[in-house]
C-alpha cells in the first residue's frame, strides 16, 4: 500500500468526530471477515499487554499462535505504535471489556 494511501486513510479517520459514524465508515469500508480479522488482532494485542500468555489468548479467542506471535512481537518494540495506543487508553485494563463480540 502507498504511503500517501495510508496518511489519508489516517486523516479521514482522524476526522471522524462521531462513534456511529465511524462504525458505518469501517463497516462499509471493509468485510465482515476484515472486521472480524481487524477486531480479533485487537483484542489479541490488548490480553497480550495485559500480560496473558499467548496459549490462553490463542484458546480464548480461537485463533492461531501466529496471530498472536505477530502482535507480541510489535508491543515489545520500543518504539511500538500499538503499545503507545494501549498506553494511552483504559481499555487494555479492563476485563468488562473482553466480553461479547465484534458487533458489541
Known amino acids: 500500500?502507498?504511503?500517501?494511501?495510508?496518511?489519508?486513510?489516517?486523516?479521514?479517520?482522524?476526522?471522524?468526530?462521531?462513534r456511529k459514524l465511524m462504525v458505518r465508515f469501517l463497516s462499509e469500508i471493509m468485510?465482515?471477515?476484515e472486521i472480524?480479522?481487524?477486531?480479533?488482532?485487537?483484542?489479541?494485542v490488548k490480553l497480550l499487554h495485559r500480560g496473558?500468555?499467548?496459549r490462553e489468548i490463542s484458546k480464548r479467542?480461537?485463533?492461531?499462535?501466529?496471530?498472536?506471535?505477530?502482535?507480541?512481537?510489535?508491543?515489545k518494540k520500543d518504539s511500538s505504535a500499538i503499545k503507545t495506543v494501549l498506553n494511552q487508553s483504559?481499555?487494555?485494563?479492563?476485563?468488562?471489556n473482553m466480553q461479547g463480540g465484534v458487533d458489541d
Do not use: Y
Open 1 to 18: 500500500m502507498h504511503m500517501t494511501s495510508i496518511q489519508e486513510l489516517a486523516d479521514v479517520l482522524l476526522a471522524i468526530k462521531d
Open 31 to 33: 468485510t465482515p471477515a
Open 36 to 44: 472480524e480479522t481487524f477486531a480479533l488482532r485487537w483484542e489479541s
Open 52 to 54: 496473558v500468555p499467548q
Open 61 to 75: 479467542l480461537g485463533i492461531s499462535l501466529c496471530k498472536i506471535t505477530r502482535g507480541s512481537r510489535e508491543l
Open 90 to 96: 483504559d481499555l487494555a485494563q479492563t476485563d468488562e
